[in-house]
């Protein structure tokens, strides 16, 4: 994916179709409509694949970049969202600059506060490759029926015994903010591995120029 500024993530986009491979009821959304949470569709898990810009001084102000529009976290605070998680899968990852406390802070506690109970993401810029390996294992934990903790730990277990990524810097950073024992039923549909598999054109929506995309895993129906 390309962000509105910064370096391409092209391990996004094999991110977001995998999520959209391996699970039923994946809506994805992309430039422009990607920029407006009023049209972003209800659903248990909003996975938020895009580059961020802190706000050490000013929290609040830290940001998503969407495209060419940025969504404060004062803007996400105000937003009234029905997600159990929000994973927020991307971060400066070109800058190479440390994200302090209050700066990513600032997104997750907006997350929280629009009634999100737990927020997944990261503490300072994480490779994009390494990002897409840790949420494969993230969801495929979460889909066995484990606790957003517990699937955040395994993963970044998976990612530490990596040949290229035992280095703390390369797994810690990815964390839980809020209530850890969340647990979600996905609608598993595959094990994301068929990537010579067709999607449905309904399941994986691009409009113009991907730039960014927010993807809502919906809720399983329980007869």
């Given at each position: 994916?390309?962000?509105?500024?910064?370096?391409r993530?092209?391990?996004?986009?094999?991110?977001?179709?995998?999520?959209?491979?391996?699970?039923?009821?994946?809506?994805?959304?992309?430039?422009?409509?990607?920029?407006?949470?009023?049209?972003?569709?209800?659903?248990?898990?909003l996975?938020?694949?895009?580059?961020?810009?802190?706000?050490?001084?000013?929290?609040?102000?830290?940001?998503?970049?969407?495209?060419?529009?940025?969504?404060?976290?004062?803007?996400?605070?105000?937003?009234?969202?029905?997600?159990?998680?929000?994973?927020?899968?991307?971060?400066?990852?070109?800058?190479?600059?440390?994200?302090?406390?209050?700066?990513?802070?600032?997104?997750?506690?907006?997350?929280?506060?629009?009634?999100?109970?737990?927020?997944?993401?990261?503490?300072?810029?994480?490779?994009?490759?390494?990002?897409?390996?840790?949420?494969?294992?993230?969801?495929?934990?979460?889909?066995?029926?484990?606790?957003?903790?517990?699937?955040?730990?395994?993963?970044?277990?998976?990612?530490?015994?990596?040949?290229?990524?035992?280095?703390?810097?390369?797994?810690?950073?990815?964390?839980?903010?809020?209530?850890?024992?969340?647990?979600?039923?996905l609608?598993?549909?595959?094990?994301?591995?068929?990537?010579?598999?067709?999607?449905?054109?309904?399941?994986?929506?691009?409009?113009?120029?991907?730039?960014?995309?927010?993807?809502?895993?919906?809720?399983?129906?329980?007869?």
């Amino acid at each position: 994916l390309t962000g509105g500024e910064g370096d391409r993530l092209p391990a996004a986009r094999d991110e977001v179709a995998w999520l959209a491979r391996a699970f039923g009821g994946v809506v994805t959304l992309a430039d422009p409509a990607v920029a407006d949470p009023a049209a972003w569709p209800a659903g248990d898990i909003l996975h938020v694949a895009a580059h961020a810009r802190p706000h050490d001084d000013a929290p609040w102000q830290s940001a998503i970049l969407l495209g060419r529009a940025r969504l404060t976290a004062a803007r996400v605070a105000a937003l009234d969202l029905d997600a159990r998680v929000a994973v927020l899968a991307g971060c400066e990852t070109a800058g190479g600059r440390v994200l302090t406390g209050e700066g990513i802070q600032g997104l997750s506690a907006a997350f929280l506060s629009s009634g999100v109970p737990v927020v997944v993401a990261t503490l300072w810029p994480v490779d994009d490759r390494t990002t897409h390996d840790f949420v494969r294992r993230f969801y495929r934990e979460l889909a066995a029926g484990r606790t957003v903790s517990a699937s955040a730990r395994a993963a970044r277990l998976a990612v530490a015994r990596g040949v290229a990524t035992t280095h703390p810097f390369a797994w810690a950073g990815y964390v839980v903010v809020g209530d850890g024992d969340v647990t979600v039923d996905l609608a598993r549909r595959s094990d994301g591995t068929d990537r010579g598999r067709r999607l449905p054109i309904e399941t994986l929506v691009v409009v113009g120029t991907i730039v960014a995309a927010v993807l809502a895993l919906r809720r399983r129906r329980h007869d």
